[in-house]
């Protein structure tokens, strides 16, 4: 009966801490930096600043008043077209009030500075082509001469869609994060009846023909990189063959790290979440892949994973989140925390140094550091189930991973770069929430790819979209190897 409570006291604790943690996620403040954060934390005063700080005396301005500056960040471009609006005195006004003879003009001064927006302006472009004939060749030849101006293709034959209509419909979806229907809806006070399903056509056709050959020719120079990132989010396709509208599919992002100038981001729609499709995927890479604890990218041949630092940080952080703030001082899951504060530090430090002196200066610092975390993690036993045995036995568990970022100055301390870039496509699911066909979200996938390539690229995603639209029809991009690179987002900065 002891033992059959210890263990009931034990399933009770832990349903306490799960009870806490949901509400501190729902109500409580999202961002893990560390309390003990302030200021730039150097790893030579960490004693000094961890020591008890409310001893210090602390000053008090008398007569003085301190007033905190506000710090402006608004700034608008200097290229941006000016309207000048003029404020005159009316001719009959321009007369002196006292004597009545002429006022002449004096000067002028600029009063204000203001932002005007002007709504989307929508117009009809028609195509007029003129033909031209040989009045000689008419009445002597047979045929008669005809010639007629040439006229580039359209982005879709037989359809109204223009270049901009079809990339402002995708820039409203994946980077605004407005569901098709509400653009319908938007389209429809403008007096414009664009339904949904000619829009939905529109972008799936445009990524079939014009999107998905420069998708695949960055998925083969992402394969040749020798760092990249993994990561993956849930996405509900509706209408799968063979499977319930509930069951989850999945949309798998992968993406070039932080050292290079030509970053590439790509998306692939799969009905799993298995090791076969990241292996399909990646066939062929060789190099370090950084990824977070999921097992399924542990398949792959030739890679070096490369786990994530955040992970194994915020389970202490969840386990930090269920005490209330007098109790978090002397707990182990406060040590553990600062373990990874100190690992995240050096990063810091060394930033901006050269891959080559930042791996040694890491095999300085940041080794005896996880050397030290790694002899405390195994001295712990039966800790039970709890949060805080949770994130020992994940960095027990993911430590031939988590120690991999010191093979190579290029790695990084964590899986961030592709964190961020599923968080993008997550707020997004969040406004369209599902897909109706593999062949939509297969479309979408590539969608979102271009737009994130683009904009880590540099390029605004609305004018680069339309210059592919705009040439790609134009270019025969499907059998020409050197046009296709073309339209590479490094390979168009200086055209749009």
Known sequence: MEAENAELRQQIQWLLEQIKLSRKREFGQSSEKSEYDFGQLSIFNEAEFFADQKSEPKLTAVKEHYRKTRLVTDKLPPDLPVE???????????????????????GQETIREELKIIPAKVVVVRHIRHTYGCRRCEAEAEPATIIKAPIPEPVIKGSFASPEAVAHIMIQK???????YRQEQQFKRDGILLSRQ????????????????????????????????????????????????????????????GDTEKPIVLSDYEPGRGGEYPKAFLAGFKGYLHTDGWEAYRQ??????????????????DALKV????????????????YCDRLFE????????????????????????????HRWLLSFHDLGKTLFSQAVHYSLNQWPYLKNYLLDGRLEISNNRAERTVKMFVIDRKNFLFANTPRGAKASAVMFSMIE????????????????????????????????????????????
């Not at 005490?323 to 899951?333: C, F, G, S, Y």
């Not at 680069?464 to 339209?487: C, G, H, M």
């Open 84 to 106: 000048i609006v003029e404020h005159d005195l009316p001719e009959d006004e321009q007369v002196c009030p006292e004597c009545g003879d002429p006022l002449h003009h004096i």
């Open 174 to 180: 994946f980077v605004m994060g407005v569901p098709i």
């Open 198 to 257: 000619t829009m939905s056509n529109w972008l799936i056709k445009c990524s079939e023909d014009w999107l998905e050959p420069i998708y695949y020719a960055l998925h083969t120079l992402l394969l040749k990189r020798d760092v990249l990132h993994g990561d993956e989010t849930t996405l509900q396709v509706l209408r799968e063959p063979g499977r319930a509208p509930q069951t989850k599919s999945y949309l798998w992002v992968y993406r070039t790290s």
């Open 300 to 317: 792959l041949p030739d890679v070096t994973i490369v786990g994530c630092w955040f992970h194994a940080r915020s389970m202490y952080d």
């Open 323 to 338: 005490l209330k703030p007098p109790e978090r001082e002397d707990t182990n899951a406060l040590r553990g925390k600062r």
């Open 346 to 373: 050096i990063e810091r430090s060394l930033a901006d140094i050269e891959p080559q002196e930042r791996y040694l200066r890491r095999l300085e610092l940041a080794k005896p550091i996880l050397d030290e975390y």
């Open 453 to 496: 390539t683009a904009m880590e690229n540099g390029l605004n995603p609305f004018d680069y979209l339309v210059y592919i639209f705009k040439n790609a029809p134009n270019w025969s991009i499907s059998d020409n190897t050197e046009n296709l690179e073309r339209l590479l987002p490094w390979n168009v900065r200086a055209f749009i």
